[in-house]
């Protein structure tokens, strides 16, 4: 160790090389920001579809099953863009998501856990993916879903349809 040569850099070999560390940065950075600027123009093009239901809420959950859809009442639904409720109706908003192939994961995920859950996009202006459970007849039905949904690990809220 004794004969290694010693490296010795000057201030502006220091310098340069820190400003063509800034320039190479900032042309991947420039790249990037361009390819999800064009990304973003041509998803935004597609046309989203208004709902996406899926699902059926299994038996062996505390909740009653009248509180749920029907699978045709589901069906008719999608043509309506919302589940057919009536007024004063609960449900439990898991999350609001940009991208409708977020909604889509996590309408398969809790799916998969026998939930009825469906993503809803209710207006041209609001560009959210709701994706929700329910409707419930009462807050206390919400309630004891929404304490088994945040055991399974999610974070849902309780919203008052009209």
């Known amino acids: 160790m004794a004969n290694d040569p010693e490296i010795t850099v000057s201030t502006g070999k220091m310098v340069g090389l820190f400003v063509a560390l800034v320039v190479v940065c900032a042309l991947f950075f420039g790249f990037g920001y361009s390819m999800g600027k064009s990304a973003a123009v041509s998803a935004s093009v597609r046309p989203a579809p208004a709902i996406v239901v899926t699902g059926q809420r299994a038996a062996s959950l505390p909740v009653t099953n009248s509180s749920f859809p029907t699978t045709a009442s589901a069906a008719q639904s999608a043509d309506v863009g919302t589940p057919a409720v009536a007024a004063g109706s609960y449900f ?70 009209g």
């Open 92 to 161: 439990l908003q898991i999350a609001a998501v940009t991208r409708q192939e977020d909604a889509e994961a996590l309408v398969a995920a809790l799916r998969k856990k026998d939930y009825a859950v469906f993503a809803v996009n209710n207006a041209p202006s609001d560009k959210l993916f709701h994706v929700q459970i329910g409707p419930f007849g009462s807050p206390k039905d919400a309630e004891t879903l929404r304490v088994k949904l945040v055991g399974d690990g999610y974070n849902p809220i309780v919203k008052k349809q």
